[in-house]
């Protein structure tokens, strides 16, 4: 059995990834080994195959012993370790949640359902890093895959609705604890003013640009709010996280260098969980919707088309109905009024999931088999 070293398990996206693989039995392909950062020695998780202790991830020796390594500790882990791993010889295959890798010539960011061709190829040339993409990109490339697949689509515009849990546990934990702030000042408010709803929307608001509302992580309150800014800033404008999208899309896709240009605005808002996109999308001729949809609806067995609705895209189409889940549920289709190849669509998915933590799982499987 391959050895694999599993480093940041405790954290948001780890956790989501330990849960799947007890659900599938993965542990039973492989001889797993836990690591930490902080807590060396101390009892490991129990995956049913009894307990042992951590063994420290920042230790070059132990982390050489390994086959094969999956890391959800993020990008600052990835930068000190990967390279000081690679330079003392090592030859193993590297999996990470993180994005510092997603850039390199030498990685491939890995969605199986969609690029499953490229990973297969990977493996045979001999690439030896596997990267999780953008949450948002692989969400809607599980969406729409099969149209890029078709090669029907000349360009795409992603308005990203982002959850809380893109930011982390604690940045979820702000979130509701402004929820119980603003919950609070609204119940000093209809004590005053039961009547008059214009008087208690003012007093929220100034508390919500006040000093008093819990703002570490966001900065800003994200309760009553959305957040029209993700990532850092860059020179044309953008923000990171708006141009991971046309780079990853491509890099999944294999055409770098004849990319399909894709763009939009990425925004906070304030669900806990599960990330939505509404995508513009130019298409290169016009089709009917009914064939859009057997075209979607046949790229993955996870992908779904809603009828577009009021009723089934409420009850459909909302974080709350795809939490947990890997459906990838897409809706809101139809021919736009600029032109008849312009279509509309709407979806939404678990950013911790098909977003993170599922790709890992999937492409460790498919490393565990061609390196048998």
Same mark, same amino acid.
């Given at each position: ?10 954290? &948001? ?7 799947? &693989? ?9 001889? %797993? ?32 012993? /390994? ?23 090592? =030859? ?49 490339? &599980? ?7 078709? =090669? ?19 940045? /979820? $934990? ?58 850092? $800033? ?11 999208? $046309?780079?990853? +899309? ?10 399909? %240009? ?9 669900? &806990?969980?599960?990330?939505? $996109? ?7 001729? %016009?089709? %009917? ?15 779904? @088309? ?11 189409? +909302?974080?709350?109905? @795809? ?12 021919? /736009? =009024? ?24 999937? @492409? ?5 088999? =061609?390196?048998?």
């Amino acid at each position: 059995m391959k050895k694999v070293g599993f480093v940041g398990w405790r954290g &948001m996206v780890g956790s989501v990834l330990m849960d799947r &693989m007890k659900e599938e039995n993965d542990f039973k392909l492989i001889h %797993p080994v836990f690591f930490t950062t902080s807590q060396i020695g101390e009892p490991g998780p129990d995956i049913g195959s009894g307990v042992q202790p951590l063994i420290d991830a920042n230790s070059v020796e132990y982390l050489g012993d /390994m086959d094969l390594v999956v890391s959800c500790q993020g990008s600052d882990y990835t930068k000190q370790m990967h390279s000081l791993l690679r330079n003392s010889g090592w =030859n193993g295959y590297w999996i990470d949640a993180a994005s510092f890798l997603r850039k390199s010539e030498r990685s491939i960011i890995v969605l199986d359902p969609i690029n499953s061709d490229q990973i297969e190829k990977g493996i045979d040339t001999g690439i030896k890093d596997y990267v999780g993409g953008n949450c948002t990109v692989s969400l809607m490339l &599980m969406a729409i895959g099969g149209l890029f697949k078709e =090669n029907l689509i000349q360009w795409v515009c992603s308005m990203t609705y982002q959850a809380a849990s893109g930011a982390g546990a604690a940045s /979820m $934990q702000e979130l509701l604890t402004q929820m119980k702030q603003i919950g609070e000042i609204s119940n000093k408010s209809q004590t005053k003013s039961s009547s008059n709803i214009l008087e208690i929307d003012k007093d929220i608001n100034k508390f919500i640009n006040s000093d008093k509302i819990s703002k570490e992580n966001f900065g800003y309150s994200l309760a009553g709010n959305v957040l029209p800014y993700i990532d850092s $800033q860059l020179k044309n404008g953008q923000s990171r996280e708006e141009w991971k999208n $046309q780079f990853e +899309t491509n890099k999944i896709l294999g055409i770098t260098n004849d990319p399909i %240009p894709l763009d939009g605005i990425c925004v906070r808002v304030g669900s &806990m969980r599960c990330h939505s $996109q509404a995508l513009t999308i130019k298409l290169k001729k %016009p089709i %009917p919707i009914g064939d859009l949809e057997t075209i979607i609806e046949k790229s993955n067995k996870w992908v779904r @088309v809603v009828q577009n609705s009021k009723e089934a895209s409420l009850n459909e189409l +909302t974080p709350s109905a @795809v939490s947990g889940k890997l459906n990838i549920p897409v809706g809101r289709l139809r021919i /736009m =009024n600029m032109g008849d190849d312009f279509v509309s669509a709407f979806t939404s998915g678990d950013q911790l999931l098909w977003g993170a933590a599922e790709p890992l799982r999937r @492409v460790l499987k498919i490393l565990i088999k =061609n390196s048998s």
